[in-house]
């Protein structure tokens, strides 16, 4: 009997520790889980507090300026550029196609074009000026002078065309300096394996082509009213392009692919975050032809037997 007791009351030690063992490590997993809880509470407190608080009336409350969407809006350009390849229909196959041939005659014949250039000083020394112009600070400078003379005169095409130039040139400096890390082509001088990829080098693609292009295309795409514009900010990232080729710093694919996605970062900018209640400049280059030539119409009576011509001008 007395050993039954026994059992009986050492069953019962087992089983209160065995409860309080469980107590204990419900609790432990209760406190390993507090600091998720609250980082998940934080979150939805942020959440909640960037949330617009309702108006009672509707406002006259301007949209986001550009300025303060400045930083979010690369982030969002960045994951539609690197995500493009997956979008690409067969539509994109007038301007892909092409690109891609080119591209790949330009990569078998990389190494005799870059040959086919000697070491000559002048051209050297002049291809080194023009390449300025597609610089950090080159492009930079164009596109902080775009803004500031906006924001001095009040003028907010002017205004827009310095933000998002400097919105395309931070995306393409972005996507040419990943790339660059990721293919190390050498520089056409490079000794040895010059034109060889994954060596250590960085090359390609060229980094003044893309951002010439980038910022030139802005430019061109918000004045398309004014010729004179485009052929002026084409013509500066064409001869920037050029340069990086006689100067002896990238093959010509390098440059190719880099004024490729120049072009290509700068439209997708100007597209996304242009402000459509500004226009695209097609008006005012259609009053521009009006205004230079005459709207000219014949004119016959049967009955009078005359015939002749109507001259319209319109100033």
């Keep these: 009997m007395s050993c039954l007791q026994q059992t009986a009351a050492v069953s019962t030690r087992a089983l209160r520790n065995q409860r309080i063992g469980s107590n204990g490590a419900r609790a432990n997993r209760l406190l390993r889980a507090l600091p998720l809880v609250a980082l998940l509470f934080a979150t939805a407190i942020a959440h909640a507090q960037t949330q617009p608080a309702p108006t009672p009336s509707p406002q006259a409350a301007p949209t986001p300026s550009l300025e303060r969407q400045f930083f979010k809006n690369i982030l969002?350009?960045?994951?539609?550029?690197?995500?493009?390849?997956?979008?690409?229909?067969?539509?994109?196959?007038h301007w892909l196609l092409p690109l891609g041939l080119g591209a790949g005659a330009l990569f078998v014949t990389d190494q005799e074009a870059a040959e086919a250039l000697n070491d000559n000083r002048t051209r050297l020394?002049?291809?080194?000026?023009?390449?300025?112009?597609?610089?950090?600070?080159?492009?930079?400078?164009?596109?902080?002078?775009?803004y500031l003379y906006g924001r001095v005169r009040h003028d907010e095409r002017a205004r827009e065309t310095g933000l998002l130039a400097g919105e395309a040139l931070i995306d393409s400096q972005i996507v040419v300096g990943a790339l660059k890390l990721a293919t190390e082509r050498r520089r056409p001088r490079a000794r040895p394996d010059a034109g060889e990829f994954f060596t250590g080098g960085s090359s390609f693609p060229s980094g003044h082509a893309i951002s010439a292009w980038s910022v030139a295309t802005v430019v061109a795409q918000e004045y398309r009213g004014r010729p004179l514009v485009q052929v002026v900010a084409y013509g500066l990232a064409s001869a920037v392009s050029v340069a990086r080729y006689t100067g002896r710093n990238h093959f010509p694919s390098d440059i190719l692919i880099g004024s490729a996605l120049g072009y290509g970062i700068g439209r997708y900018v100007y597209r996304t975050h242009h402000n459509p209640s500004m226009g695209d400049g097609g008006d005012t280059l259609a009053h521009a032809r009006a205004k230079r030539w005459?709207?000219?119409?014949?004119?016959y009576d049967r009955r009078e037997r005359a015939y002749g011509a109507a001259l319209a001008w319109n100033f």
């Excluded at 350009?77 to 979008?87: E, G």
């Excluded at 002049?126 to 492009?139: C, E, F, I, N, P």
């Excluded at 005459?294 to 004119?299: K, W």
Aim: glycine residues 8%; without cysteine.
């Design 125 to 146: 020394n002049v291809s080194r000026s023009v390449s300025r112009l597609g610089s950090a600070y080159g492009t930079g400078g164009i596109a902080a002078a775009f």
């Design 294 to 299: 005459p709207l000219i119409a014949p004119r």
């Design 76 to 93: 969002h350009d960045q994951r539609a550029i690197w995500t493009a390849p997956f979008r690409l229909h067969n539509r994109d196959a």
